[in-house]
């Protein structure tokens, strides 16, 4: 009765969000066929609005034709050029400047405009409908940005988060102590949904299993974002919280762009993106709904590549396999080796003592490991690491290993566990 009651609040309140999930729900209804087609004409309805109404746009398309041979549009780009790649067309005083959290070590800019975070928001909705999740019911966030949890965010506290069943706990930083507190506020709020950073929820599912802390039953499902999901991580989740992990992809200048579906597929949005992968994985992403700033062949620095498999939970949008890593997480080595970053993260599995790390290359020929480890590393085993650095990665590689009591998360709020140089 509760969750209807705030269902019909919330659709009052919020009627542009909830007419964009009606049409986002209605696109699943569609064949392979269908959606394909229609996004199609998306992406030449998105080009043909970039070259009339964006002067960035209206120059650099001047003399192309076809698609594949638009120039792509790089992050130092959107920093050069952001008030060129906002449309002429729009309402400057609606137009409002967002950031990425600079994980990368830049935060980006961008334009954004209230229909464009009432579509995210859409997007998000449909996503944890595939869980079975139904809007209403409740759902607890734990963020590590704090700008979106600070009132007038994304996630900000008050009325408004009531009455969409959502609370969210800032969770940029924390103590052994704040983990057994947010445990006990699971136990206490019961959500069906747990949303938040990988790394964040990753470490509160160590903690219930280290205390033997029950969760609710009510939880269906978690929904883990803002960075790449390591296999040990989900297996934590899954074991903790009793219920099956999602994995989201998209970004705060291009949300949206994919997520899992039950069967654990992770599907490509084709009504919300373009997606397209290069010889070497890197992704490329076209925002077919944004015509405040039209986002075309824009490479974010993630990796994955496209499937061509089918699958058989109903969603008709196909499939794609996410990379590692970002490209600024890759290692290069002196002697021309690039390794990706889940080499230095599987040297770590099975140890349990471990609560964070982060593998950083400081040199070109000199790794740093980070850790908060209770007890510390035996000698043994730090020597250990080393050789097999030197063996399997570069003789001239030395490893340094300092023990420290926590690691300072990104601007963002991200814990990033490889950074290359």
Same mark, same amino acid.
């Given at each position: ?109 961008? %334009?954004?405009?209230?229909? !464009? ?64 507190? %947010? ?8 959500? +069906? ?14 903690? +219930? ?34 219920? !099956? ?13 994919? $997520?899992?579906?039950?069967?654990? !597929? ?44 089918? $699958?058989? $939970?109903? %969603? ?76 399997? +990665?570069?003789?001239?590689? !030395?490893?340094? +290993? ?20």
């Amino acid at each position: 009765m509760l969750d209807s009651l705030r269902r019909t609040l919330h659709r009052r309140q919020r009627p542009a969000r909830y007419a964009q999930l009606a049409e986002l729900l209605a696109n699943q209804r569609l064949s392979r066929a269908q959606v394909l087609a229609r996004q199609r004409a998306d992406l030449a309805a998105i080009v043909d609005f970039a070259r009339k109404h964006v002067p960035y746009y209206r120059t650099r398309y001047a003399n192309v034709a076809e698609f594949g041979d638009l120039p792509i549009l790089t992050k130092p780009e959107v920093v050069e050029h952001l008030d060129e790649l906002l449309a002429d067309n729009a309402d400057r005083q609606e137009a409002r400047i967002g950031y990425t959290g600079g994980s990368t070590g830049t935060p980006l800019a961008f %334009w954004y405009d209230e229909a !464009k975070h009432e579509l995210m928001r859409a997007g998000m909705m449909r996503s944890y409908m595939g869980s079975g999740w139904q809007p209403g019911q409740r759902i607890l966030n734990f963020w590590g940005a704090r700008q979106d949890t600070a009132a007038g965010g994304v996630f900000g506290a008050g009325w408004s988060d009531y009455i969409a069943a959502e609370r969210t706990i800032a969770a940029f930083e924390y103590t052994g102590q704040q983990l057994r507190e %947010w445990a006990n506020v699971i136990r206490a709020y019961r959500p +069906v949904l747990l949303q938040g950073y990988a790394s964040i929820l990753a470490e509160l599912a160590r903690h +219930v299993l280290d205390e033997r802390m029950p969760m609710p039953t009510s939880l269906i499902g978690v929904y883990s974002t803002a960075e790449t999901l390591e296999h040990w991580q989900r297996e934590l989740m899954e074991r903790a919280f009793a219920c !099956k992990v999602f994995n989201q992809y998209g970004s705060r200048e291009v949300p949206n762009i994919a $997520c899992e579906c039950r069967r654990g !597929k992770m599907h490509v949005f084709t009504d919300m993106v373009y997606l397209e992968s290069t010889a070497d994985e890197r992704l490329l992403v076209t925002s077919l709904t944004n015509r405040l700033m039209p986002m075309i062949r824009y490479e974010n620095g993630d990796s994955g590549r496209l499937l061509d498999r089918g $699958c058989d $939970c109903g %969603w008709p949008f196909p499939l794609m396999a996410m990379g590692v890593c970002r490209q600024n997480d890759l290692i290069r080595t002196p002697v021309g080796k690039t390794l990706h970053p889940a080499y230095f993260n599987r040297l770590l599995y099975g140890m349990t003592q471990i609560r964070q790390y982060q593998w950083q290359q400081v040199a070109p020929d000199r790794m740093l490991l980070s850790v908060v480890a209770s007890p510390a590393l035996a000698d043994e085993f730090v020597a250990g690491l080393g050789a097999s650095i030197r063996n399997e +990665v570069d003789a001239a590689m !030395k490893l340094e +290993v300092r023990h420290v009591d926590a690691i300072a998360r990104s601007a963002s709020g991200k814990h990033r566990f490889v950074i290359g140089l």
